[in-house]
């Protein structure tokens, strides 16, 4: 019988407690932005790696198309331009942000084509950099598809489980479509 007296106000006193913690308000604040601190945060770096992404991805886009204009004018072709000064070219033109790992993170794939509708049946985006890159610039008058791929490091766990295509990096694509201007004439 001694016991159940013990438990009993054992029990009175954690009701006790558990009543002035519930009713107790300070230091609310500090453990509700604990608890919502780390998510807010990581959500703000995913936002901001997203925008790194699509900012790289844009200027590469610009960038294929602007470089790209030396092939359709025969530029590269009567300056005896090579797959390295065209790939110099465009990473220069990414600027600071892509320049960073551009020699080793961008590929080119320069092709000529019979006509339009292969070109576009080829130029499709993939979820892996192709492996059989070609330089082609072609000749006055080919018809050239110029394809850049480039290798975006993801950092952000929330990125990596929700966007990872290649080994934790993200494959930024860009590609432009031209028939060569009659520069021989």
């Not at 770096?45 to 030396?70: K, P, W």
């Not at 600027?95 to 130029?123: F, K």
């Not at 070609?134 to 489980?161: C, D, E, H, K």
Request: proline share 4%; net charge positive; charged share 15%.
């Amino acid at each position: 019988m001694a016991y159940n007296h013990i438990f009993a106000r054992a029990r009175r006193r954690l009701t006790r407690f558990a009543g002035r913690f519930a009713r107790a308000e300070r230091g609310a604040t500090a453990v509700e932005f604990a608890l919502v601190f780390m998510p807010f945060l990581m959500l703000v770096f995913a936002l901001i790696e997203l925008a790194l992404v699509y900012m790289v991805s844009l200027l590469l886009e610009n960038a294929v198309i602007d470089v790209g204009r030396t092939i359709r004018t025969g530029e590269v072709q009567t300056n005896g331009g090579t797959a390295a000064t065209f790939k110099a070219a465009v990473c220069n033109k990414i600027g600071p942000i892509g320049a960073m790992s551009c020699d080793s993170a961008l590929q080119l794939d320069v092709r000529t084509y019979a006509d339009y509708s292969a070109s576009a049946s080829s130029a499709s985006a993939t979820d892996a950099v192709p492996t059989n890159m070609q330089w082609n610039p072609g000749t006055a008058g080919s018809i050239v598809l110029v394809r850049a791929y480039y290798t975006w490091p993801l950092i952000s766990p929330l990125m990596q489980t929700g966007f990872q295509k290649a080994n934790g990096r993200w494959i930024v694509y860009a590609a432009t479509a031209f028939t060569n201007e009659p520069y021989d004439q």
